[in-house]
C-alpha cells in the first residue's frame, strides 16, 4: 500500500524534526489521496470484510486515531498535481492544470 510508505515517510520526517528541536505542530499532518477506499479505509478501525491485515498497514490507523500525527484526506483526481511524477499524463488540458497549480 503506497499509503503506508507516504505514511512512514512524513512520521520519519516528523520524528527528525523534534529530534533536532525544531517547532512540532500540534495538527495533524494532512496527507492527499486521490483513491477514496484508501481515505475511506484509513478512518475506520475495523478489519471486517478484509481478506488480509499487513502489519505496516496498521501504521496508518494507528497514526491517525492512537496518535493523531496523520490526517489523510481524499484529493479528486484532476487536481492531484502528484500524478506529473507518477503517471503517464496524455491529456494536454490535465497536464496544463496540474503543473500551473505548481508554478
Known amino acids: 500500500l503506497v499509503q503506508s510508505a507516504c505514511t512512514t515517510a512524513v512520521l520519519s520526517l516528523c520524528h527528525r524534526c523534534c529530534d533536532m528541536g525544531l517547532p512540532d505542530s500540534d495538527k495533524p499532518t494532512p496527507i492527499y489521496n486521490d483513491n477514496n477506499g484508501v481515505v475511506d479505509w484509513s ?17 496508518i490507523r494507528e497514526s491517525i486515531h492512537q496518535y493523531q500525527e496523520i490526517d489523510v484526506r481524499h484529493i479528486p483526481g484532476k487536481t492531484n498535481v502528484a ?18 497549480r505548481i508554478s
Open 83 to 100: 500524478d506529473l511524477f507518477t503517471k503517464e499524463i496524455r491529456d494536454t488540458r490535465h497536464y496544463c492544470a496540474c503543473h500551473d
Open 43 to 59: 478512518k475506520t478501525t475495523s478489519t471486517k470484510g478484509m481478506k488480509h491485515f499487513d502489519l505496516r498497514d496498521s501504521q
